[in-house]
């Protein structure tokens, strides 16, 4: 039955007028369809009570706002970060999740179903690829989530960095993008939204064309293609350098810089050399670096190194003058972290 409605959530607002006119309504109720979809993220027709009665009731026939539906919703006891796991028409599962910061909030995003790019200590990659998400699948974490900040705070932040390769699915990531920067829909900074990849090159050079203004973070993890590939085999198609060229010549917006993400793995890619390798590897590039401990997983094979590791490895960065963040992922406890983020679980059980 459902198959046959159109969702709306993942229209713009030229294509919400053209549905709305093919209904032989005036071209303002798209308007008003989209503030009602975007800015309050309505779920029900029943509720857009400035639409007229008959054709609120012609959207019951023909459409779905094709918002997902919340089944789950885990709270970290220990920093407030919130796990959801959303249902999507036809049955899949994604996670998204909802960190604090200070009175704003980041919400960290899903681009597949899966991912097909079996990074070894991911858990998304060992769990296989199932399918792209909509641009309306995608709009729609920020939507479900954006309605559990309490008032007074606000969605500042978001991230791509949920299940998924997003510059694998470029064309609903790219949509996406879009109707998230709408200013007058969700109206999210460009400047407040980061994309992660596993380093697609050809897609990260049509993404630096398309000039959206939005960061990029590079999932680097290796200082050289021989460890890298091992950990990443998506590294075997794009190389190091080809990756390190597109974000040389990515056009950055002013006072911006690439994130460079480094997944310290304990004895694998941690060590010294393995430091001072990165910061001559990046030396000269406009960046910042990200080292994420490593969030275990009960299926993978790593473990996190010890605190002073971390620190001796951020220091041997800091001396060569980068900008180096240890991210310490939110929601551990509830699997929320980095690389943790599965989509196959319900009310905390395997299905
Ligand atoms: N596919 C994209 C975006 C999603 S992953 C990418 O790989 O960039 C977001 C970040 O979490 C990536 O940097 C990824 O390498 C990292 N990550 C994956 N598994 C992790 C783990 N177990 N612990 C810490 N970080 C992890
Ligand atoms: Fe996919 Fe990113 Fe996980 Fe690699 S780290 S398997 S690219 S989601």
């Given at each position: 039955?459902?198959?046959?409605?159109?969702?709306?959530?993942?229209?713009?607002?030229?294509?919400?007028?053209?549905?709305?006119?093919?209904?032989?309504?005036?071209?303002?109720?798209?308007?008003?369809?989209?503030?009602?979809?975007?800015?309050?993220?309505?779920?029900?027709?029943?509720?857009?009570?400035?639409?007229?009665?008959?054709?609120?009731?012609?959207?019951?026939?023909?459409?779905?706002?094709?918002?997902?539906?919340?089944?789950?919703?885990?709270?970290?006891?220990?920093?407030?970060?919130?796990?959801?796991?959303?249902?999507?028409?036809?049955?899949?599962?994604?996670?998204?999740v909802l960190m604090r910061e200070r009175d704003w909030w980041t919400v960290c995003v899903s681009s597949q179903v899966g991912c097909a790019l079996g990074?070894?200590?991911?858990?998304?990659?060992?769990?296989?690829?199932?399918?792209?998400?909509?641009?309306?699948?995608?709009?729609?974490?920020?939507?479900?989530?954006?309605?559990?900040?309490?008032?007074?705070?606000?969605?500042?932040?978001?991230?791509?960095?949920?299940?998924?390769?997003?510059?694998?699915?470029?064309?609903?990531?790219?949509?996406?993008?879009?109707?998230?920067?709408?200013?007058?829909?969700?109206?999210?900074?460009?400047?407040?939204?980061?994309?992660?990849?596993?380093?697609?090159?050809?897609?990260?050079?049509?993404?630096?064309?398309?000039?959206?203004?939005?960061?990029?973070?590079?999932?680097?993890?290796?200082?050289?293609?021989?460890?890298?590939?091992?950990?990443?085999?998506?590294?075997?198609?794009?190389?190091?350098?080809?990756?390190?060229?597109?974000?040389?010549?990515?056009?950055?917006?002013?006072?911006?810089?690439?994130?460079?993400?480094?997944?310290?793995?304990?004895?694998?890619?941690?060590?010294?050399?393995?430091?001072?390798?990165?910061?001559?590897?990046?030396?000269?590039?406009?960046?910042?670096?990200?080292?994420?401990?490593?969030?275990?997983?009960?299926?993978?094979?790593?473990?996190?190194?010890?605190?002073?590791?971390?620190?001796?490895?951020?220091?041997?960065?800091?001396?060569?003058?980068?900008?180096?963040?240890?991210?310490?992922?939110?929601?551990?406890?509830?699997?929320?972290?980095?690389?943790?983020?599965?989509?196959?679980?319900?009310?905390?059980?395997?299905?």
């Amino acid at each position: 039955m459902s198959e046959n409605l159109t969702p709306l959530v993942g229209m713009d607002l030229p294509e919400l007028t053209a549905l709305v006119t093919a209904a032989g309504q005036p071209p303002f109720r798209a308007k008003q369809l989209h503030h009602w979809l975007y800015r309050l993220g309505t779920r029900e027709f029943s509720e857009m009570t400035n639409l007229a009665k008959v054709f609120r009731e012609w959207l019951e026939g023909h459409c779905v706002t094709g918002l997902p539906r919340v089944v789950d919703r885990r709270e970290s006891a220990e920093d407030e970060t919130v796990k959801l796991l959303l249902e999507l028409s036809d049955g899949e599962l994604v996670e998204s999740v909802l960190m604090r910061e200070r009175d704003w909030w980041t919400v960290c995003v899903s681009s597949q179903v899966g991912c097909a790019l079996g990074c070894t200590f991911c858990t998304t990659g060992a769990g296989g690829f199932r399918r792209d998400l909509t641009c309306g699948e995608i709009v729609g974490q920020v939507i479900e989530a954006r309605r559990l900040v309490p008032d007074g705070e606000f969605l500042r932040n978001i991230v791509f960095m949920g299940m998924g390769e997003p510059l694998l699915n470029p064309t609903a990531v790219t949509g996406a993008l879009r109707i998230l920067t709408d200013p007058d829909g969700m109206a999210v900074a460009s400047r407040r939204i980061t994309l992660s990849t596993a380093g697609i090159v050809p897609e990260l050079r049509r993404l630096s064309e398309k000039d959206l203004g939005i960061n990029i973070a590079i999932s680097l993890h290796g200082v050289c293609d021989e460890e890298r590939n091992k950990i990443m085999p998506i590294g075997r198609r794009w190389p190091i350098a080809e990756i390190l060229a597109a974000c040389r010549e990515f056009g950055l917006r002013p006072r911006r810089r690439i994130t460079f993400e480094y997944v310290l793995l304990g004895g694998v890619n941690d060590s010294d050399a393995h430091a001072r390798a990165l910061g001559k590897l990046l030396r000269g590039m406009p960046c910042k670096i990200n080292l994420i401990p490593y969030n275990p997983s009960k299926v993978l094979p790593y473990r996190r190194p010890s605190m002073d590791r971390v620190n001796r490895f951020q220091d041997i960065l800091l001396h060569q003058n980068y900008t180096v963040c240890v991210r310490f992922s939110k929601g551990l406890d509830v699997d929320g972290a980095c690389g943790q983020l599965a989509g196959r679980h319900r009310n905390g059980a395997d299905s």
